[in-house]
Nanobody, 117 residues
Framework: QVQLVESGGGLVQPGGSLRLSCATSESIFSFRSMGWHRQAPGNQREWVAWITEVVENSNYTDSVKGRFTISRDTNKNMLYLQMNSLKVEDTALYYC??????????WGQGTQVTVSS
């Protein structure tokens, strides 16, 4: 059973930074892509950033481009999301996700990010 465990969320002031981490129970090479979604209260879950295995191509939703950076450590089987210049509207529950090579989709339990003064 694949497990994804997020950490690193918290309360931060606008303009601040946080780094989210996602630990995987499997080798990162087991997944064709990994990334982050988020869901704010009353909103649908939206994708934030993802990275592919083959060419390590990364993509970001427009609202976070230039502020968030997705990365991974293949030795530690970890996925990260560095979030800078945080805004109030970034407040959400952030989920790590992974797609394997045979159609499986996996989600973590989420980590809360709250941006408030």
């Amino acid at each position: 059973q694949v497990q994804l465990v997020e950490s690193g969320g918290g309360l931060v002031q606008p303009g601040g930074s946080l780094r989210l981490s996602c630990a995987t129970s499997e080798s990162i090479f087991s997944f064709r892509s990994m990334g982050w979604h988020r869901q704010a209260p009353g909103n649908q879950r939206e994708w934030v950033a993802w990275i592919t295995e083959v060419v390590e191509n990364s993509n970001y939703t427009d609202s976070v481009k230039g502020r968030f950076t997705i990365s991974r450590d293949t030795n530690k089987n970890m996925l990260y999301l560095q979030m800078n210049s945080l805004k109030v509207e970034d407040t959400a529950l952030y989920y790590c996700f992974a797609y394997d090579w045979i159609g499986g989709t996996y989600w973590g339990q989420g980590t809360q990010v709250t941006v408030s003064s």
